[in-house]
């Protein structure tokens, strides 16, 4: 039985999102079980996914159209629907999100015929995405990045391996962020479409994670690509990555806070039906406390996500620092709550496929990608240090 996702009642939001907010919990009714855990996950299901995504009209907030003057996503409309995801599905929001965040790079640069020819099939859901600028001896710390693109004549090749990539071997194309050499460290960066069947790109065993993501290495052996797949400008790929990622980590938090919620939800219910010495176990002050910790944690992430999203949606500038606090306090406070569902659930929050048991999986990854914690105090340091915005 799954608890109703309900839109947070917070002033960030106008009519166009309450109404997507009423949508998104008819989908969060009707959406099938998560997948069985430990099932293997492929390319069918990633479209199958994807094309359930299109259908409900949700790709359409996360790759915006091209032709429109000024392309740009709701960051708020994005967040809602990961926190509504992420309460129902984290697979469901892990295939919904890299559709974006593996195609932003194209509208966010002047890459038009990229753009035209890539975004359209990927926000129909009939492509699948991938995103790879993580590599063996560079995860952190993007400028280290040693995967070369070489030009040659009218081609670049690209040499070298990515790591640690979400749907490597289920996307039909990847925007690499590879050496090119401009500038020392990260301003010698810049980004390409490769396609997923162009020769000298292989995919590399894939890799079993805590929690339903398909991870893989891509490994680039002498792989030409016309140079017009680059995106952007030569020296530019850092500044897209960044600025992806920018728009997305607001959206890596909405996410830990719809996990949060569901936690908060199975515990609330568990602890009215649970007895233990005799009386229902929340009616223990200890329980009740432990319970108000788990609302405050998932009430300030939520605070903080749309408050970051809403920064982002109205007011010029990057907001780096509010969406470092959005992503870092989201799931940091989202492991709290599925750490502290876990011990209420007793050995049934350790059992192999309780409901927390998943989210406690589920939340652990968020505290790494997309810039990890540490990077994100980083962030926020900085800005503090300048005296202000980032
Ligand atoms: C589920 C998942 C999906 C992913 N999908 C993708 C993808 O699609 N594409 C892609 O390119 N990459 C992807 N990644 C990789 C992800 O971006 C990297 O894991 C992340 O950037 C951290 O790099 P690393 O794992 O090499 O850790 P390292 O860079 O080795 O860092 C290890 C740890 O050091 C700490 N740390 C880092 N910086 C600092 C600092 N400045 N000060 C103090 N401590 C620090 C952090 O705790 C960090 O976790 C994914 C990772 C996961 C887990």
């Known amino acids: 039985m799954i608890e109703r996702w309900t839109m947070p009642d917070l002033p960030f939001f106008d009519d166009s999102h309450r109404a997507l907010g009423e949508r998104l ?71 919904f999100t890299m559709q974006g965040l593996a195609t932003a790079p194209l509208w966010l640069s002047e890459s038009r015929v990229l753009s035209r020819r890539y975004l359209g099939p990927c926000r129909r859901g009939e492509k699948i995405a991938g995103f790879a600028v993580t590599e063996p001896n560079a995860g952190s710390d993007v400028a280290a990045l040693e995967t070369s693109a070489t030009r040659d004549g009218t081609d670049f090749v690209l040499n070298g391996t990515k790591r640690w990539i979400t749907n490597a071997g289920a996307a039909d194309h990847y925007i690499v962020v590879a050496r090119t050499g401009e500038a020392p460290g990260a301003r010698g960066l810049s980004a390409f479409m490769v396609d997923a069947d162009t020769p000298g790109l292989s995919v590399g065993p894939e890799v079993r994670m805590i929690a339903p993501h398909p991870i893989g290495e891509l490994i680039f052996d002498a792989c030409r690509i016309p140079a017009t797949n680059m995106i952007g400008a030569p020296g530019e790929g850092f500044k897209a990555a960044m600025k992806t990622f920018d728009i997305f980590r607001t959206s890596v938090g909405a996410a830990a806070v719809g996990m949060a919620r569901r936690a908060l939800g199975a515990t609330v219910e568990r602890m009215r039906g649970r007895q233990l010495f005799g009386n229902p ?42 969406v470092a606090m959005a992503k870092l306090g989201a799931t940091e406070a989202a492991q709290r709550v599925a750490d502290q569902a876990v011990q209420l659930f007793g050995a049934l929050g350790v059992a192999h496929g309780s409901i927390v048991e998943q989210i406690y999986r589920d939340v652990r990854p968020m505290r790494i990608y997309e810039g990890a914690s540490e990077v994100q105090k980083l962030i926020i340091g900085r800005s503090l240090m300048k005296g202000g915005e980032a």
């Open 25 to 95: 919990a008819d989908w969060v009714e009707q959406a099938e079980e998560p997948a069985e855990e430990g099932s293997a996950y492929f390319r069918q299901e990633c479209l199958d996914v994807a094309a359930e995504m299109a259908e409900w009209g949700f790709l359409g907030y996360v790759i915006p159209d091209v032709e429109e003057p000024a392309p740009r996503v709701d960051v708020r409309a994005v967040s809602l629907i990961r926190e509504a995801l992420g309460f129902r599905s984290a697979l469901v929001d892990s295939v």
């Open 281 to 322: 176990m929340g009616q223990m002050p200890t329980v009740q406390a432990a319970m108000a910790d788990m609302a405050l944690d998932t009430e300030q992430a939520s605070l903080l996500v749309y408050r970051a999203a809403w920064l982002r949606d109205t007011r010029d500038g990057r907001h780096s620092d509010a």
